[in-house]
């Protein structure tokens, strides 16, 4: 490993708070059974995450992404927020080199917070003018994490008032079983709400009384509290 990323790793053990990590490691359900299973932690907030991620803002692509490979929470976080950065900034080759590199990777994308910081910067930003059969091709993974994937890359299409793909997806997710995928279809539904009402009550006439009590109530949050209940109680 070269010394910028032993650098990166060392200031990363300094910033640790063995108290951070072990509440993280309660957060993130890393026990026997739960959906982080193994996971570690060094304890870093994510906005001192953030702002390493500037200061390092020099890395490449390669250097980047073998940190993406770490067993430490925090390292694989750090590595998706400089490949972003990189993202935002390069060109269309690069921006393919770290699209592929990252749907290559899904297996070290493992938690919902990872997930929810990159997916919509990194595959929803390469694919918006793009071929959307990727998402879809998610959507439908055994992956619970490349199902949320799916699902929380659209918000870059919501963010530009695109809700096509993200109502589509969230129809195929309807009947999934885990409670983050539930969570995440529900946010996704609020935020197309915030831009366009009648399109996210167009989703829900049609599927509420289907939906998982957890995704109607993610999904209608922020309604008057009169169609709120009223959704609620005409729901499953």
Not at 123 to 134: C, D, H
Request: hydrophobic residues 35%; proline residues 2%.
């Amino acid at each position: 490993m070269n010394g910028k990323l032993l650098s990166i790793q060392n200031e990363l053990r300094k910033l640790g708070n063995k108290k951070i990590a072990e509440h993280s490691q309660r957060f993130f359900r890393t026990g026997e059974g739960g959906y982080g299973e193994g996971d570690r932690f060094l304890g870093v907030r994510v906005p001192v995450l953030r702002k390493l991620a500037r200061k390092y803002q020099g890395v490449s692509i390669e250097e980047a992404s073998r940190l993406l490979k770490s067993q430490f929470h925090e390292e694989r976080l750090l590595s998706l927020l400089m490949l972003i950065n990189i993202f935002k900034k390069t060109n269309e080759e690069d921006k393919e080199l770290i699209y592929t590199l990252y749907l290559n990777n899904t297996k070290f994308i493992n938690n919902w917070d990872i997930v929810d910081c990159s997916a919509e910067h990194i595959v929803g930003a390469y694919l918006r003018e793009r071929n959307k059969q990727p998402i879809y091709n998610l959507a439908v993974s055994k992956s619970l994490w490349e199902r949320r994937i799916s699902i929380m890359s659209t918000f870059h299409f919501i963010k530009n008032n695109e809700f096509i793909e993200s109502l589509k997806v969230s129809e195929i997710l309807l009947h999934d079983k885990e409670d983050l995928i539930h969570k995440a279809v529900g946010w996704m539904l609020r935020e197309i709400g915030k831009l366009n009402i009648r399109a996210e009550e167009g989703f829900l006439k049609k599927h509420y009384k289907a939906m998982p009590r957890t995704m109607l109530r993610y999904a209608i949050k922020k309604f008057p509290e009169e169609r709120r209940k009223k959704y609620l109680r005409l729901g499953r």
